[in-house]
């Protein structure tokens, strides 16, 4: 189970890379924390970590920013990641056993199936 702080990070980092928040971004804590439902230590630490990833950046007196750099980041993750998920998933066929390749056709089935009613 995750903590708050790492939820919260995740949501962060995940609206910087979908492009929610925008390179230079604003982000104020107290806008987060009602946005989130939740006070603001867990933002306050979550910018901290993120700051350390070169995400954000603060600004003594001014605030905290989406770091100019965050999209150069951003491609660098996403290339990773996706090497790192066709490597997985070329993994995980090769050791499926045909029980687990039924239950996945079945799976993909019933997506078709959703998103043809477009009930994704």
Do not use: Q, W
Request: charged content about 30%; overall charge neutral; aromatic content about 4%.
């Amino acid at each position: 189970m995750k903590s708050l702080r790492e939820l919260v990070v995740e949501k962060i980092r995940e609206g910087i890379v979908s492009g929610y928040f925008k390179e230079g971004e604003h982000l104020k804590e107290r806008d987060l924390s009602s946005m989130m439902g939740i006070s603001t230590t867990p933002i306050k630490e979550a910018f901290r970590i993120l700051e350390n990833e070169g995400m954000l950046v603060t600004v003594p007196r001014k605030g905290t920013f989406v770091s100019e750099y965050a999209s150069t980041s951003i491609e660098e993750i996403l290339l990773l990641r996706a090497s790192v998920e066709s490597l997985c998933a070329r993994l995980a066929a090769l050791k499926m056993s045909d029980e687990e390749l039924h239950e996945l056709e079945k799976l993909v089935l019933i997506m078709e199936g959703l998103h043809k009613k477009r009930r994704f």
